[in-house]
């Protein structure tokens, strides 16, 4: 490997931007390597969007320093964006055109030539399943095959980095399932991904690597079982109760029966090693939950015990 | 110049789904207009013998109301598709996650709003040769003068439209700066005929001197330094409007 392979393909040191009196993205570091699949796991509001504007050059960053393929994206931002792959998080699509011409138009803006437009849209909707679809209207498709157009959209000019903002947001569960499958077969034909995601399943199947922000800072960061095993433990033990709050003895009582008891509004969480056996110890003092649910730990537990927070509002 | 060309061609495909309606329009517009006011209102004016500038109603009328058309079409071109772009259907960001970049967005969309000007007043221009209303070969220079009319109006348009957040403003913008142009910068009769205060108010509008502009070309009575200060007034407004456009379309799509 040669010293210029080893240049990360994006690169962030005390990254800010600013918005009037609000700060977005208050000063974080990051850096992705050709051929990672890097997330943004926060909630809304956390500042993924804004950074993903910045690597994108379609928002100046207000502070720090940002290199996307070596370049400026300020002074280079069009030189940049032809090398990107974007999915936005609102589809951009045009409803009165069909799938084809969605394709040749945007194959055009990065100056393809017909022909080629041509060739890449059928094998790129035949990747997204819609190669049935190629005439019709783009606008009676569903979210997801929408989703899935805008995916294939994307790839027109044979992107480096493929951006994609909560790109199953909005989707119902079989649809976001035929989207992750996708993502997965372009993570293994060696694509850089760099998605932003509320949903911790997501973040899990997709990222080799992923940053948890929260507030405009990054909380943390590492490989989805490496920030579990650093920040939560192997299993958890959910008691659930009908009442809005568990009773108020209850956290003393279990104490001690796992490493870290979480209280949320009508459950308990309690991070233990041993599911089961924690499980067990509990009914055995008697504790009247509604339900009992032994369950692996997730970036959900990790997001929650960096931050003291869920990751989607309940 | 061939990446404002990309995003051209995208308005024109986009216009290859809908055009029947508007070129339905460009053609009934005009005849309609010419018929009802050029001979029929036109029949009673020449009648009473005082007709303007001393021709016959239906050639003072129809340079009048082509100029018009190209401030209308062009007013609207930069209302609901600049918008449309921006919130609802997303088209200049689409456009901005490629190589394209804002002056790109906004001189290709410029570019097609003339194209829309110039082919509907084509279509005009020739409706009112066949009705023998013009009166000289100069005529054919009106086609040029309705594209720097259409700019002069598409391009403060156009970067006013970058600023909204919905549509409301267009309805005020057509019933009380589109509309009354129309009737009263020297369409349908002179401006001399105005109280001297509203002739001063005419004389300020853009609309005034593409009527003018365009009906001294079409009778062939073109007094060359007034020619010149409509044309300088209506490019001063065209390239002050692409200034404010390319400012207004940065602040909107790249925060």
Not at chain 1, 103 to 118: D, E, P, Q, S, T
Request: glycine letters at 8%.
């Amino acid at each position: 490997m040669n010293a210029a392979a080893e240049l990360p393909l994006v690169h962030a040191r005390g990254l800010i931007k600013r918005f009037d009196d609000l700060v977005a993205v208050d000063g974080i570091d990051f850096d992705v390597q050709k051929g990672e699949a890097f997330g943004f796991l926060g909630p809304n509001g956390a500042g993924k969007s804004s950074t993903m504007r910045m690597i994108g050059c379609v928002s100046p960053p207000s502070g720090g320093t940002l290199r996307v393929l070596g370049l400026d994206p300020v002074k280079n931002g069009a030189d940049i964006r032809a090398q990107l792959g974007v999915v936005p998080q609102e589809d951009t699509l045009d409803l009165e055109l069909t799938v084809r011409e969605n394709m040749l138009i945007y194959g055009r803006y990065f100056g393809l030539g017909r022909k080629v437009v041509h060739e890449r849209a059928e094998r790129l909707l035949e990747f997204v399943q819609l190669e049935e679809r190629l005439d019709s209207k783009v606008e009676p498709l569903s979210g997801g095959m929408k989703r899935r157009l805008t995916i294939a959209r994307s790839l027109i000019n044979e992107p480096d980095i493929l951006l994609l903002d909560e790109p199953t947001t909005g989707l119902d569960p079989q649809a976001r399932h035929v989207v992750w499958d996708r993502l997965h077969e372009l993570k293994h034909r060696g694509a850089t991904l760099l998605l932003t995601t509320h949903y911790m399943d997501e973040a899990e199947q997709l990222c080799d690597r992923l940053v948890v922000m929260d507030k405009g800072k990054i909380a943390a960061e590492g490989s989805p079982v490496e920030l579990i095993r650093r920040y939560s433990t192997r299993e958890v033990v959910e008691l659930r109760f009908a009442a809005e709050r568990p009773p108020d003895d209850l956290a003393a009582r279990i104490d001690g029966l796992a490493r870290r008891v979480e209280t949320l509004s009508g459950r308990l969480l309690l991070y233990t090693d041993d599911g089961d056996r924690t499980a067990e110890r509990v009914h055995e003092l008697g504790v009247q939950a509604q339900s009992t649910l032994v369950r692996r730990s997730t970036l959900e537990d990790v997001f929650l015990h960096l931050t003291g927070r869920t990751l989607v509002d309940e | 110049m061939s990446y404002a060309l990309r995003s051209y061609e995208f308005w024109l495909t986009f216009y290859r789904r809908t055009w029947r309606g508007s070129v339905a329009t460009s053609i009934v517009n005009p005849v309609f207009y010419l018929g009802a006011l050029g001979i029929g209102l036109g029949t009673l004016v020449n009648k009473s013998g005082t007709t303007p500038d001393g021709v016959e109603y239906i050639a003072f009328v129809a340079p009048g109301v082509l100029a018009a058309t190209a401030m209308q079409i062009a007013t609207n071109e930069a209302m609901w598709p600049v918008l449309g772009s921006i919130r609802w259907t997303r088209g200049y960001y689409a456009m901005l996650a490629t190589p394209l970049q804002i002056r790109h967005i906004v001189f290709g969309h410029q570019a097609w709003m003339a194209t829309r000007v110039v082919s509907s007043c084509a279509v005009y221009l020739a409706v009112i040769a066949a009705f023998g209303a013009i009166h000289s070969p100069l005529g054919v220079l009106a086609l040029p003068a309705c594209f720097l009319i259409g700019v002069a109006f598409s391009a403060p348009m156009a970067a006013y439209s970058a600023t909204l957040e919905n549509d409301a403003a267009f309805i005020v913008v057509n019933r009380f700066a589109v509309i009354p142009m129309f009737l009263f910068s020297g369409t349908f009769f002179p401006i001399s005929r105005l109280p001297q205060v509203l002739r001063w108010v005419a004389y300020l509008t853009p609309s005034w001197h593409g009527v003018d502009l365009c009906r001294s070309l079409t009778l062939g009575r073109v007094d060359w330094g007034l020619a010149v200060v409509h044309v300088a007034y209506l490019a001063a407004l065209a390239v002050t409007g692409l200034v404010f456009a390319l400012r207004t379309y940065r602040r909107r799509l790249m925060k």
